[in-house]
């Protein structure tokens, strides 16, 4: 199974948007609406932003959200602040019980 | 406060083996599905291995397949991971993590070197 494709980079100005994108086929992404995103910061575990493709967890800000077309998901960082500088990762089912994330993102905030 | 520790990792030769442990908190353990994920050294993240509830059915990722086996006990709240025939490739950071990947452990370091 290989990895979803990510951009390794992605950076934007306080207060603007960035948007990630997450690359897979038609047998992870484009099958499963069980498409996650994870923010990890130096050293520390992941921790999930969104499941489900579009869904937030309790506690993660309303400018993190999530879309699908196709093979590809998308996460939208809105009103970028500081502490949003991290690496993001996605994340699918794939099938036959077994998951694949992606190459990951780097969102530098300027 | 819902907690997953990871314990066990270390420096471990080639062709050698390795058991990992991580211990439930917080929630009832012995009714949700388990992860293993890895990340190597400045790389991404890699799903490893999900075990059922009550053990039964294990899933692996093709790299380890026939090498690891994940395994746990919900007497004991905890989950394993026992890696056997090691490769330098294997050497990664260990997360435990929920079914849903939405609760990680810290992580473990397992480092493969001769």
């Known amino acids: 199974q290989s990895a979803l494709t990510q951009p390794p980079s992605a950076s934007g100005s306080p207060g603007q948007s960035v948007t990630i994108s997450c690359t897979g086929t038609s047998s992870d992404v484009g099958d499963s609406n069980f498409v996650s995103w994870y923010q990890q910061h130096p050293g520390k575990a992941p921790k999930l932003m969104i499941y489900e493709v579009n869904k937030r967890p309790s506690g993660v800000p309303d400018r993190f959200s999530g879309s699908k077309s196709g093979n590809t998901a998308s996460l939208t960082v809105s009103g970028l602040q500081a502490e949003d500088e991290a690496d993001y990762y996605c994340?699918?089912?794939?099938?036959?019980?077994?998951?694949?994330f992606g190459t990951g993102t780097k969102v530098t905030v300027l | 406060q819902v907690q997953l520790v990871e314990s066990g990792g270390g420096v471990v030769q080639p062709g050698r083996s390795l058991r990992l442990s991580c211990a439930a908190s917080g929630f009832t353990f012995s009714t949700n599905p388990m992860n293993w994920v890895r990340q190597a050294p400045g790389k991404g993240l890699e799903w490893v291995a999900i075990i059922s509830y009550d053990g039964r059915i294990e899933y692996y990722a093709d790299s380890v397949k026939g090498r690891f086996t994940i395994s746990r006990d919900n007497s004991k709240n905890t989950l394993y991971l026992q890696m056997n025939s090691l490769r330098s490739e294997d050497t990664a950071v260990y997360y435990c993590?929920?079914?849903?990947?939405?609760?990680w452990g810290q992580g473990t370091m397992v480092t493969v070197s001769s």
């Open positions: 994340s699918s089912y794939a099938g036959s019980n077994n998951y694949v």
């Open positions: 993590a929920l079914q849903a990947f939405d609760i």
